[in-house]
């Protein structure tokens, strides 16, 4: 399955979630906002640190929303290789595995 197919089945499935209970996901949804407002550190860099830890925790969906969120914001190549560098110091072997993954999803996004 392709990383925007993927892409795609999470965000319905959040939405279904949303729909299932609002009052929950509206109060999540407050949280991202307010962890992604503007500050010191850019849009692009906390999308890539999201995606650091779902590496580190093996979120594939994770992954992928905020590998493309860190695109749109106009992560590059490079800038996301470092930042999985981190996250496979920090994970280990599995790290690794879901930075490939991560990686893959970049370049397919």
Avoid: W
Wanted: aromatic residues 6%; contains cysteine.
């Amino acid at each position: 399955m392709s990383a925007k197919q993927k892409l795609a089945e999470a965000n319905a499935r959040a939405a279904a979630l949303f729909k299932a209970d609002g009052k929950t996901m509206q109060a999540f949804r407050g949280l991202m906002v307010a962890a992604n407002r503007e500050g010191k550190v850019s849009p692009s860099m906390k999308e890539m640190i999201a995606t650091a830890v779902a590496v580190a925790r093996g979120c594939e969906d994770c992954i992928v929303f905020h590998t493309s969120e860190a695109k749109a914001h106009g992560a590059t190549r490079d800038e996301f290789l470092e930042v999985l560098a981190v996250a496979i110091e920090m994970s280990g072997g599995p790290g690794t595995v879901y930075a490939g993954k991560a990686l893959a999803a970049f370049d397919e996004l």
